[in-house]
């Protein structure tokens, strides 16, 4: 037998771009609606989320940190797909902040109490 060089493809495994920010836009509207109904339910029922979210966000990026389909991914695709997959990640991590933001500007306004809703809208 005569050893052949096989060439292994790794792109034709992963997501394309728009089926990851498909996915990751998704998983952002639903972090914010849901972070927003579980903080105006409970009081610390909001960070129960964040872990959840950052298993999603490194569940995004986590090939292209790989030592061995990392490389293979930027020679294929090119650092854009990188930086693409980090771009829509980090937007599932945004959208948690920004329910956060949102919560400490609404709660007041239901008859909840917040310390820093407090500070950031003082009564009028």
Do not use: N
Not at 50 to 65: K, M, R
Not at 104 to 120: D, E, Q, Y
């Amino acid at each position: 037998m005569i050893g052949l060089t096989v060439i292994a493809e790794v792109m034709d495994k992963e997501p394309t771009i728009a089926e990851i920010w498909t996915f990751c836009l998704w998983a952002s509207a639903v972090t914010f609606i849901l972070s927003i109904v579980l903080s105006l339910a409970g009081r610390r029922t909001f960070f129960v989320i964040f872990p959840i979210c950052l298993f999603i966000a490194y569940g995004t990026v986590s090939e292209t940190w790989d030592a061995y389909v990392g490389p293979a991914i930027l020679i294929e695709a090119g650092p854009d797909y990188v930086f693409q997959c980090h771009l829509a990640a980090s937007c599932i991590i945004m959208a948690w902040i920004a329910a956060g933001l949102t919560v400490l500007l609404i709660k007041p306004r239901l008859g909840g109490h917040s310390f820093f809703a407090k500070k950031l809208c003082p009564p009028s």
